[in-house]
């Protein structure tokens, strides 16, 4: 790969944070919605059985 596609993919990832607001990796996301700090991935084990 050379150093115009490193940038040209560099810049789509920069536009794709920008579009989706999206800064930590990882991020977890739930039925589309942000896992909330106050969670853990782990306590997701939890919510397995309940029906929304």
């Known amino acids: 790969m050379g150093k115009k596609e490193i940038e ?4 789509k990832h920069e536009q794709w944070k920008e579009k989706s607001g999206l800064r930590e990796t990882p991020t977890v996301l739930v039925n589309g ?3 909330p700090n106050n969670f853990k ?12």
């Open 33 to 35: 919605y942000k896992l």
């Open 8 to 11: 040209d993919e560099f810049t």
């Open 41 to 52: 991935i782990e306590d997701l084990r939890h919510f397995e059985d309940i029906e929304i």
